[in-house]
């Protein structure tokens, strides 16, 4: 094992700030008078980044030369957020960087902030695999994130003038990128279509098409673990850059299209995380950034082999398929195995389920892939015949073990007609998990019950995380600082469970008092972000109500803003006394996927029912609402550490886990949520009486379901809703226009598949609770005290430890 070298730091302030001018003279070619924060920016990610590279050689040569099994996570997303102050914070030079910039004359927030945040990743999930690898370099696992350099990350939001989402692309490299290493002499070729044919009684694939995919590397560092791990996203680059001819024939669209061709496919993050569209690009991008992975890392481990000794790759490397895109990573190492390097189908088999696990990150049926079989068979010839084959083992597997034969044709892979990603993952691999206590059970119990039947030793949980790295002290500084004194120790930083020292100070007034200065302060700090961002004027003595997150039916935007319209109403018609009302500040934030009728109506409606509130003076310094445009990572990290109250009110069963709730919960927000995903853990924790529980249980759900839910009954029975529910379709918030909410309306009056009505009266009911607690400053920050303290199981580093025991088994470097 390679000596560990500890990072160039620490580096003197001065010194750094000769970094970073040297970076602008040579590499950037402007001078420091010239430079703007967007120079010094790109100079200050490359200055850090040279501090980091010997430790990111010690870690790749230790990886290979180790005995320790590296996790490779395949991801087709990952939402990293801005890199330029986690890079800092983890190579120990956040103050050399502050001290230098100012010396060359800048704001350190200025710079921080020059940085563009990429956005190659939906929500949750890709957030998910970046708190993932940040935790696995922290505690020095040797891990590969593997996943798409998409050319437009996740749509940028705007709102017409309808307050209508319009979707704009999200050109994040049209400026210097500072953190890949683009390896062109590294890359990967990946092929697609073409035949199958016999060869001297073998199969031999013959594609139609190529592309080359090239290997984009960003450093992963740890925190204070002196390890740098390696996100390697793969670029699609043609072989055919120029078709000369063509072009000499004036054929100048013919000339460039095998190169579009090419890079269309990483070219963009599709917009959706549940529904399903472009299934064909999407498909090729599954596959392309899979088979490059693979490939490379039989090259990182076999280096220069001809013939490597394949037996030994799950011994080298254990393979993550974070949901089911990158599934077709099964079939492939088949044929990597048994194609090109010559071995039998049963030790290929034996090799590959010993190497890939799955996990599942929905219950909703509709985002569980299914491909059709003839597209596959269009772009994949090979793999299809492979996947009937192992359709057809499986099969006789479980007529071995009893398995009747119905729910054999229940549980196939292969239907004929169709593949089942899901399916294929759960037999193809070694584990499966779901990602919360809850979900993890209604996975066994539902979703894959004849799987679990029938191998029940698969199934496992491992309840999600967040760094608190990122989400607490880069988010939120002036809590950690008082996390820190309050412990008297900032070793919570990689050991979140030390938050539970906190708890007893929940009795000390001095110090709840303090907790809740910090929390004003960053209220504060968000008034100034919200104007200088949104330019909208924010009253930060009401409390800061918060519902972000996509745009989803069962995450039951609909039911917050009915909620919000009630509360309106009542002030306008004295139903409530307005001298009573809690003057509250409602945030909302989320993306619809450009093609969800129903999402985007809600986001017009939101909107409108802000455009009408706020210019209302009937409920001026009551009630406010703002649809803040453009969710993000930096929206995140300024809106959390400001919210007093986080909304959590999917339909129980529906949220997988939510990530948001926890990031909430360890700056301090007490939650409004049902039963649903992580949240049921975080009320264990923090303790019933700290979380405001309302709504139906995953049981009560169920049974309303069978019994038939007729939901234009709980418009009937409260006059709260039913009031709401009218001044939409009046036409309140359409000037007058009736129709414009029509099919939103009919949908919830007729159908609301995901009971947004059967919840109303007890999510209106315990908002006296909240506002009751609101009243007692001391006594809700004693209660936001505890959800700090006791959330610190979680962290992802916790998760990552999971992973380690329950599915990896492997562990850090010597
Ligand atoms: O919807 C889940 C969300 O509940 C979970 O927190 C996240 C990370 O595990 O994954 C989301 N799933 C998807 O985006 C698609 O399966």
């Not at 500890?6 to 008078?33: C, M, N």
């Not at 412990?487 to 919570?492: A, M, P």
């Not at 992580?678 to 759900?701: K, S």
């Amino acid at each position: 094992m390679t000596e560990i070298t500890a990072p160039k730091s620490p580096v003197t302030a001065e010194q750094f700030a000769d970094e970073i001018r040297e970076q602008l003279k040579y590499a950037q070619g402007v001078t420091v008078e010239q430079a703007t924060a967007a120079d010094v920016y790109v100079a200050a990610a490359k200055a850090v980044r040279n501090h980091l590279q010997d430790a990111w050689f010690t870690t790749q040569a230790d990886t290979v030369n180790g005995n320790t099994k590296a996790v490779g996570y395949l991801s087709a997303e990952f939402l990293m957020g801005k890199q330029l102050e986690n890079a800092l914070l983890n190579a120990g030079l956040t103050d050399q960087f502050d001290a230098a910039v100012e010396a060359l004359g800048f704001q350190p927030k200025d710079i921080v902030d020059a940085e563009y945040e990429p956005g190659l990743g939906n929500g949750g999930l890709g957030r998910l695999a970046a708190c993932f690898i940040d935790s696995l370099a922290s505690l020095g696992v040797p891990a590969f994130g593997y996943g798409i350099q998409y050319r437009y990350g996740i749509f940028k939001q705007q709102f017409d003038e309808n307050g209508k989402q319009v979707e704009t692309p999200d050109y994040w490299l049209s400026n210097e990128e500072p953190w890949g290493h683009i390896d062109y002499n590294r890359d990967q070729k990946v092929s697609f279509g073409g035949e199958v044919v016999e060869e001297n009684g073998k199969k031999v694939w013959k594609p139609a098409w190529s592309v080359r995919a090239v290997p984009v590397d960003y450093l992963v560092p740890g925190y204070k673990s002196q390890r740098v791990n390696t996100l390697r996203l793969w670029t699609a680059r043609s072989y055919d850059e120029f078709d000369l001819l063509a072009f000499n024939r004036s054929e100048y669209m013919e000339a460039v299209e095998p190169k579009v061709k090419a890079e269309n496919i990483s070219k963009i993050l599709y917009p959706e995380d549940s529904t399903k569209v472009g299934k064909e690009l999407r498909l090729e991008q599954q596959y392309f950034f899979v088979s490059a992975s693979l490939h490379d890392a039989i090259r990182v481990f076999y280096p220069g082999q001809d013939k490597p000794d394949l037996t030994t790759f799950p011994d080298k490397i254990t393979f993550q398929l974070n949901d089911t895109h990158p599934v077709i990573g099964i079939p492939e190492l088949m044929r990597i195995l048994i194609d090109e390097y010559g071995y039998d189908w049963d030790t290929a088999w034996t090799i590959t389920q010993k190497t890939f696990n799955y996990t599942c990150h929905t219950l909703l049926p509709e985002a569980l892939e299914v491909w059709p079989s003839s597209l596959i068979g269009e772009l994949l010839p090979r793999h299809l015949e492979i996947i009937e084959k192992i359709s057809d083992q499986f099969k006789a597997e479980l007529k071995d073990k009893g398995v009747a034969e119905n729910t054999i044709n229940d549980m196939a892979i292969y239907t004929g007609d169709a593949v089942r990603m899901a399916y294929l993952a759960t037999y193809g691999g070694s584990h499966v998990n779901g990602v919360a206590e809850l979900h993890s059970q209604l996975l066994k119990d539902v979703t894959l019950k004849n799987f679990s039947d029938a191998y029940p030793d698969k199934f496992t949980n491992v309840t999600n995380g967040v760094t608190p790295r990122r989400f607490i002290k880069l988010a939120n500084p002036a809590l950690s600082d008082l996390i820190t004194e309050g412990l008297g120790t900032d070793k919570w930083l990689s050991d979140l469970e030390l938050l539970q020292g906190l708890a007893p100070l929940a009795q000390d007034d001095e110090f709840v008092k303090k907790f809740a200065a910090v929390k004003q302060a960053n209220k504060h700090s968000f008034v100034g972000f919200a104007k200088d961002h949104y330019g909208i004027d924010i009253d930060e003595n009401t409390m800061f109500n918060t519902m972000v997150k996509r745009l989803h039916e069962y995450k039951r935007q609909s039911l917050k803003i009915l909620a919000v319209i009630s509360r309106y109403a009542g002030i306008k018609n004295g139903t409530i006394n307005a001298d009573d009302v809690l003057p509250r500040t409602v945030f909302f934030g989320a993306k619809a996927a450009p093609g969800y009728y129903l999402a985007k109506m809600t986001i017009q409606l939101i909107n409108n029912v802000s455009r009408v509130v706020n210019n209302d003076p009937d409920v001026k310094g009551k009630l406010a609402v703002h649809m803040l445009p453009n969710y993000n990572i930096e929206m995140a990290q300024n809106l959390i550490p400001a919210t007093e109250l986080d909304e959590q009110i999917s339909q129980a069963g529906k949220e997988a886990s939510g990530t948001g709730n926890m990031k909430f919960a360890l700056n301090g927000a007490l939650t409004v949520g049902t039963l649903d995903g992580a949240n049921v853990e975080i009320r264990e924790r923090v303790g019933a009486e700290n979380f405001f529980l309302f709504g139906m249980n995953v049981d009560e759900v169920e049974s309303l379901y069978a019994t038939g839910y007729d939901p234009a009954k709980y418009y009937e029975a409260d006059p709260r809703l039913k009031q709401a529910i009218d001044l939409v379709a009046g036409g309140t918030f359409s000037e007058g226009d009736r129709n414009a909410y029509a099919p939103l309306v009919a949908d919830w009056l007729t159908k609301d598949w995901f009971m947004t009505l059967a919840d109303f009266s007890s999510y209106a009911n315990i908002q006296a609770q909240i506002e009751e607690l609101y009243t007692h400053p001391l006594d809700w920050n004693r209660k936001a005290i505890l959800n700090v303290a006791n959330s610190g199981f979680f962290s992802s580093d916790r998760s990552i430890e999971d992973y380690l025991e329950r599915i990896w088994h492997t562990g850090p470097l010597a």
